[in-house]
């Protein structure tokens, strides 16, 4: 059974950077589609960033563009958050499926999914 531990969430200030990290006891994520979603209370979660697993293809949600950065290293998946505002205060989740040549920005299309990671911007 594949289970998802995310880690790396916490306080920052407005400007300031985290990186998540997304592993799977006994699974090499690499093979798998990997995807980060962000869930505020009282809106839907939703999908920020994911990659393929053999096609390194990757997508991404228009606000993190050229802040935030996905990358895989020793079957890990991490998600380098820079630049960081207030906004992106949210619990944040990692989802793999397999088959996963091909990643998606939709929660529906993944079956494996962590626990969450909170994260906290102040300003």
């Known amino acids: 059974q594949l289970q998802l531990v995310e880690s790396g969430g916490g306080l920052v200030q407005s400007g300031g950077s985290l990186t998540l990290s997304c592993t799977a006891s006994?699974?090499?994520?690499?093979?798998?589609?990997v995807g980060w979603f962000r869930q505020v209370p009282g809106k839907e979660r939703e999908g920020v960033y994911c990659i393929g697993g053999r096609t390194g293809t990757i997508e991404y949600e228009d606000s993190v563009k050229g802040r935030f950065r996905i990358y895989r290293n020793n079957a890990a998946v991490y998600l380098e958050m820079n630049s960081l505002k207030p906004e992106d205060s949210a619990v944040y989740f990692c989802a793999a499926q397999m088959p996963g040549d091909y990643c998606s920005m939709w929660r529906a299309s993944y079956d494996h999914w962590g626990q969450g990671t909170r994260v906290t911007v102040s300003s």
């Open positions: 006994g699974f090499n994520l690499d093979f798998y589609a």
